[in-house]
């Protein structure tokens, strides 16, 4: 038997190639999400917070009007990081899209979608999310209230090994959706995970080069928020809640894109595919994005966006306001913020005109839907 001759290239390249073999480790996959995202996204840019956490206090008080005007499936879209997931909790659309100029937010939301994946209920949720470890009878957590369950988390101290390895686990998963990673965002993954670990149920959102406002809502002030008959709203207010997001989640429904809401790809392109699957959007919620459009003089370029999307014949968008000066109808004392809610077609009425629109009266002027019913109980 002729004994085979060493190769020394041939050896160093089974030398590279065996770690990888041995651990299971190669090039990302594309798959039917990857593709999707790659699809929608177009070029990122840039936002002066890292967006980990909503600081809309007021966020859950447009509930009681969706449910009057009967918003319930079609496609939903909005912005940002969790606060999109009790609209989808409310919604329960067919197919949901987080679009945000950053590209952090699609890695965020590739997190969030992992613990949802892994994630058996909510209280593993938190603890995955957290680095808290949960307790050994996770089972009979599942329909506790939310309260106890936050309470849970505060008491107990984070376990940097059991992150590590969890950690390491979900970075698995997210690398088996096939969506292409760099080493800086796997960075930016590592770092958005530990900051939720470090900061506990008081993480706040917070702007770069600023010092964190006391004064914005913590994530436990967020999930333990209620709507304006006060009742708790958030997707993790219940087991059924959260499950509705898992769902949607779990069949790759909830699908991030990068994007700029006055982009020239974005936004059509979900107009796009929505027209190929016969779809239509129920709900575009902005948060205040309007006010930086307009201060780019975009806002224009946004009003075409939105009328090339198919709309649901409820459809309506969602907005924050931000102001110390403008008193809306829609504020409630107490809060930071104050949501609005909008008929598309109002929308459409009101800015058939953008240069002659300013922001101001876009949210003063322009006609919204009363949040609350005659007599303040939409029960």
Do not use: C
Not at 110 to 115: D, T
Not at 308 to 313: G, I, M, Q
Not at 350 to 358: G, H, L, M, S, V
Request: aromatic share 10%; hydrophobic share 40%; charged share 25%.
């Amino acid at each position: 038997m002729t004994p085979l001759r060493r190769n020394p290239v041939r050896l160093r390249a089974l030398a590279l190639l065996l770690p990888l073999v041995l651990t299971g480790a190669q090039a990302p996959r594309a798959t039917d999400f990857s593709r999707l995202v790659e699809r929608l996204s177009e070029a990122g840019g840039y936002f002066d917070s890292d967006n980990l956490v909503s600081n809309e206090t007021s966020y859950l008080h447009v509930l009681g009007a969706l449910r009057r005007e009967g918003v319930k499936g079609g496609a939903y879209l909005g912005v940002g990081p969790e606060q999109s997931f009790s609209y989808l909790a409310e919604v329960e659309p067919e197919v949901a899209f987080i679009v945000d100029v950053r590209r952090d937010n699609l890695l965020l939301h590739l997190l969030f979608k992992s613990i949802f994946s892994e994630a058996g209920n909510r209280l593993e949720y938190l603890s995955l999310l957290y680095g808290r470890p949960p307790p050994p009878d996770l089972d009979a957590w599942a329909d506790r209230p939310l309260d106890v369950l936050l309470l849970y988390i505060d008491a107990v101290k984070p376990d940097s090994a059991w992150h590590d390895r969890n950690h390491a686990r979900l970075m698995a998963r997210v690398a088996r959706w096939g969506v292409p990673l760099s080493e800086s965002d796997r960075s930016v993954l590592r770092g958005f995970h530990d900051e939720f670990v470090a900061s506990g149920l008081e993480m706040r959102f917070r702007s770069r080069g600023r010092p964190v406002r006391l004064s914005y809502p913590s994530a436990r002030q967020l999930y333990l928020a209620t709507d304006l008959e006060g009742r708790p709203g958030s997707y993790l207010a219940t087991e059924a809640r959260w499950r509705t997001v898992q769902a949607l989640q779990r069949r790759d429904l909830v699908v991030p894109v990068v994007g700029d809401l006055s982009g020239p790809k974005a936004i059509r392109a979900i107009g796009t595919y929505l027209r190929e699957q016969g779809q239509s959007v129920s709900v575009f919620y902005l948060s205040n994005v309007e006010f930086y459009l307009f201060r780019g003089e975009s806002f224009g370029a946004f009003v075409e966006n939105v009328r090339a999307l198919p709309a649901h014949p409820s459809g309506t968008l969602i907005r924050s306001v931000f102001s110390r000066t403008m008193m809306l109808p829609q504020w409630v004392p107490g809060h930071l913020s104050a949501q609005l809610i909008q008929r598309w077609e109002d929308f459409l009425g009101f800015a058939r005109d953008p240069a002659a629109t300013t922001y101001w009266g876009l949210i003063g002027e322009a006609p919204h839907l009363p949040l609350q019913a005659p007599g303040g109980d939409d029960r």
